[in-house]
Each structure stands twice: as C-alpha cells, then as structure tokens.
C-alpha cells in the first residue's frame, strides 16, 4: 500500500503528458487491428500478381473475390479507405464498425464483413485510417 502511495505522484505526472502518447498508442492500435487481425487491405488494397501493390494501400479497388453461388447482392468494388472513406467523419466510421450500418442506416454489401467491434476497437481503426493519407 504504501509503495502503491509513493508511485501516485509519478503516475499523476504521466496522466498530463499522456494525452499524444494515447493518441498515438491509438493510431498503433488501428494499424494493428486493420492490418493484423481483419485484414482491411485483402478487399481495399488493389493486388497485382505479386501481392498488394505498393504504395497503393487500402486506396480501393476492384474486387477478385466471386461467389461461389450466384448471390442477390455482391459488390465488385470496395471503396477507399485510407485517409476515411468519402463522406464519413471518425464517428461514422466508428458506427459502422460497430454495428453494421452506414451513416444512412443501410448495410454495406457483401462481401464487406459486419463488423461488432467494440467502441474502442472501433475507435482506434477509425483513428488509424484518418491519419493516412489520402
Ligand atoms: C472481404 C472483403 C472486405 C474486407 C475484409 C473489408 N471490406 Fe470494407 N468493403 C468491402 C466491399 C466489397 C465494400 C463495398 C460495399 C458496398 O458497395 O456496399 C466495402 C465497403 C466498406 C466501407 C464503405 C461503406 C459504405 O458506406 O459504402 C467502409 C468504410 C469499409 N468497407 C471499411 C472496412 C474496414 C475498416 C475494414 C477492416 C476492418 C474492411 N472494410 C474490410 C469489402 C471488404
């Protein structure tokens, strides 16, 4: 306990310069979970026949995924994300992550997945994918 009390003035001091090093410890967080873990880019990154092409990151593309059985809805292109998709603000994008729905209240097409992620989560690939470039 009393070591805990003597830690309590240092971590005050931290709290004051913490604000950029969760900003950034945000952005980190949405490179990983886009790039790391729902792989953003396999639908958003254009590929060329050695892989993602450079330079060209979640910039949207047409799609070469296909069903196997004819679908009612499919998209054949995924849009730009890099740098917000066109007419989302951070909070939209968030939403949409989080529940499903676009800022109008539809659903993306398939085969764009329905995310749940949770707000924080959501937060942080919105956070990540503002801060590049368009
Ligand atoms: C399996 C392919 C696939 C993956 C993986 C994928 N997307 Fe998509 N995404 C799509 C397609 C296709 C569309 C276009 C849907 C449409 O036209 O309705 C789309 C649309 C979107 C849109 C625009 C929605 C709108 O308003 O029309 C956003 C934003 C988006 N994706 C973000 C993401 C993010 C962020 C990730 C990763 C966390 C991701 N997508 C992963 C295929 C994918």
Redesign the pocket.
């Known amino acids: 306990m009393r070591r805990a009390l003597m830690a309590l003035p240092a971590i005050l001091c931290l709290a004051g310069a913490g604000a950029a090093d969760s900003a950034a410890s945000q952005v980190a967080r949405g490179a990983y979970?886009?790039n790391g873990v729902?792989?953003?880019g396999?639908?958003?990154t254009p590929h060329g026949p050695k892989g993602p092409i450079p330079g060209k990151a979640l910039a949207g593309t047409a799609?070469f995924?296909e069903p196997v059985h004819p679908m009612p809805v499919w998209?054949d292109?995924?849009?730009r994300?890099a740098g917000l998709?066109d007419g989302?603000t951070k909070a939209q994008?968030a939403t949409?992550?989080r529940t499903g729905r676009?800022p109008n209240g539809s659903e993306?097409?398939p085969?764009?997945?329905q995310?749940r992620m949770n707000a924080q989560d959501a937060a942080a690939?919105a956070a990540y994918?503002a801060s590049l470039k368009r």
């Open positions: 979970i886009v729902a792989g953003c396999d639908c958003h799609l995924l998209a292109h995924a849009p994300i998709p989302y994008l949409l992550l676009k993306p097409k085969p764009m997945p995310y690939v994918l």
